[in-house]
């Protein structure tokens, strides 16, 4: 059976995450803000999920419908052969949002989308009650522009979380951001990678995993590894295909620094955690005497002032990597941050610049070559 799927993914990622689609074989990708909308069977469920870097989660879409008023949203949802996907003993918790609708009550649209759910599914399993003491099928909706869309989970906790990461820093940037700009920093695996920055160690650890063609999924579950109407060998095929397509022996290095002794450690664990360690080392280390070696590529994600409280020597820290990568040049430098008037700071104007968010924070990826 073919689906049509979805997958959120944080804006300005959509063009990484469209390409990273296409290798897993979906089709009929659409680009949307924030969405990308592709189709597939069961393999490519497991393939996206075990898969994708970027993406924030995959998405089974049910409906599509205008609903205006609480009758159109009841008839829309009900529409749904719910008995293929939900079986009678089920439990179905019902999320969503309103934006810019006549509806704007979530808790009245959960509410009828729930109701909606219960009277077809009553329908077709022949029972009354439903006891909702079964596995959880979650079951999403979006409201936009008086457009409804229905959508079931297929990935539980939300995509970024690999596995690795059991404790971060103190301004982590998301997983699933730094696969985004590993992605358009080139990472190869023959690159030689520089964090200045390092914390927790996310950006080298997404970067070596690229490297290695490692699958980000493959060490943790999926809310639909126990959906009925997904088969387990979907899933199983999908990992072995990914496991034996990581590259073990390739020539990649990457190091970190960073002048907390406590976050060198963690990352060290979460580099370990991540089966990296083989490509990734970190070190305790200020910024002042950063020399990358010529040829490498830095990925750095500096103090912002904002989340960790202290703009002035956020300003100073971004001077001090300006000197230190113009007495050291390097390849290519990809910095992100939230500082409007970061080029100021590091004294040069970026070749490219690139909106992205880390979470709610609007920042820009700075692209020196
Ligand atoms: C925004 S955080 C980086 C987060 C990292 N990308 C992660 O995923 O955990 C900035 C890091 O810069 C480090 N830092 C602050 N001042 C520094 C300095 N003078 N030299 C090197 N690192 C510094 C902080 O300890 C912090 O871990």
Same mark, same amino acid.
């Given at each position: 059976?073919?689906?049509?799927?979805?997958?959120?993914?944080?804006?300005?990622?959509?063009?990484?995450? !469209?390409?990273?689609? $296409?290798?897993?074989?979906?089709? *009929?990708?659409?680009?949307?803000? $924030?969405? %990308?909308?592709?189709? &597939?069977?069961?393999?490519?469920?497991?393939?996206?999920?075990?898969?994708?870097?970027?993406?924030?989660?995959?998405?089974?879409?049910?409906?599509?419908?205008?609903?205006?008023?609480?009758?159109?949203?009841?008839?829309?949802?009900?529409?749904?052969?719910? $008995?293929?996907?939900?079986?009678?003993?089920?439990?179905?918790? %019902?999320?969503?949002?309103?934006?810019?609708?006549?509806?704007?009550?979530?808790?009245?649209?959960?509410?009828?989308?729930?109701?909606?759910? %219960?009277?077809?599914?009553? =329908?077709?399993?022949?029972?009354?009650?439903?006891?909702?003491? $079964?596995?959880?099928?979650?079951?999403?909706?979006?409201?936009?522009?008086?457009?409804?869309?229905?959508?079931? @989970?297929?990935?539980? /906790?939300?995509?970024? =979380?690999? &596995?690795?990461? !059991?404790?971060?820093?103190?301004?982590?940037?998301?997983?699933?951001?730094?696969?985004?700009?590993?992605?358009?920093? !080139?990472?190869?695996? *023959?690159?030689?990678?520089? /964090?200045?920055?390092?914390?927790?160690?996310?950006?080298?650890?997404?970067?070596?995993?690229?490297?290695?063609?490692?699958?980000?999924?493959?060490?943790?579950?999926?809310?639909?590894?126990?959906?009925?109407?997904?088969?387990?060998?979907?899933?199983?095929?999908?990992?072995?295909?990914?496991?034996?397509?990581? #590259?073990?022996?390739?020539?990649?290095?990457?190091?970190?620094?960073?002048?907390?002794?406590?976050?060198? @450690?963690?990352? =060290?664990?979460?580099?370990?955690?991540?089966?990296?360690?083989?490509?990734?080392?970190?070190?305790?280390?200020?910024?002042?005497?950063?020399?990358?070696?010529?040829?490498?590529?830095?990925?750095?994600?500096?103090?912002?002032?904002?989340?960790?409280?202290?703009?002035?020597?956020? %300003?100073?820290?971004?001077?001090?990597?300006?000197? !230190?990568?113009?007495?050291?040049?390097?390849?290519?430098?990809?910095?992100?941050?939230?500082?409007?008037?970061?080029?100021?700071?590091?004294?040069?104007?970026?070749?490219?610049? #690139?909106?992205?968010?880390?979470?709610?924070?609007?920042?820009?990826?700075?692209?020196?070559?």
């Amino acid at each position: 059976m073919k689906y049509r799927l979805c997958a959120p993914c944080s804006f300005g990622s959509e063009s990484v995450l !469209r390409f990273e689609l $296409g290798k897993t074989g979906a089709e *009929n990708i659409v680009v949307k803000d $924030g969405m %990308v909308y592709f189709e &597939g069977d069961e393999n490519i469920i497991a393939a996206a999920n075990i898969n994708l870097r970027s993406a924030e989660r995959v998405l089974i879409l049910l409906a599509e419908f205008e609903a205006a008023d609480f009758d159109s949203l009841f008839d829309g949802v009900y529409a749904i052969d719910w $008995g293929y996907f939900i079986p009678a003993d089920a439990a179905f918790p %019902v999320k969503g949002h309103c934006l810019s609708s006549i509806l704007t009550s979530v808790p009245a649209c959960q509410g009828i989308v729930k109701k909606a759910i %219960v009277e077809k599914l009553r =329908k077709q399993h022949g029972i009354n009650i439903l006891p909702e003491s $079964g596995r959880q099928y979650k079951v999403r909706f979006s409201i936009m522009k008086n457009k409804a869309q229905i959508m079931l @989970d297929t990935t539980g /906790d939300g995509l970024h =979380k690999r &596995g690795y990461r !059991r404790q971060s820093g103190l301004a982590p940037i998301k997983e699933t951001l730094a696969a985004t700009i590993v992605d358009l920093a !080139r990472i190869r695996e *023959n690159s030689r990678v520089m /964090d200045p920055f390092c914390g927790s160690g996310t950006l080298l650890i997404e970067a070596a995993q690229k490297a290695m063609n490692m699958a980000p999924g493959l060490k943790r579950r999926f809310l639909a590894q126990q959906y009925q109407f997904i088969s387990r060998s979907a899933w199983s095929q999908e990992k072995e295909k990914a496991t034996a397509a990581i #590259r073990k022996d390739i020539d990649f290095t990457a190091n970190g620094f960073d002048i907390d002794p406590m976050v060198i @450690d963690t990352a =060290k664990r979460n580099a370990d955690r991540a089966g990296v360690s083989k490509y990734v080392r970190f070190w305790q280390a200020d910024v002042k005497s950063f020399s990358p070696a010529a040829g490498s590529v830095v990925i750095t994600n500096p103090p912002y002032g904002e989340r960790l409280g202290d703009a002035a020597r956020a %300003v100073q820290l971004a001077g001090v990597l300006g000197r !230190r990568l113009e007495q050291n040049p390097v390849k290519s430098a990809y910095i992100i941050t939230a500082d409007p008037d970061f080029e100021t700071h590091f004294g040069k104007k970026a070749a490219k610049r #690139r909106k992205l968010y880390n979470g709610m924070i609007p920042c820009q990826l700075y692209m020196y070559y």
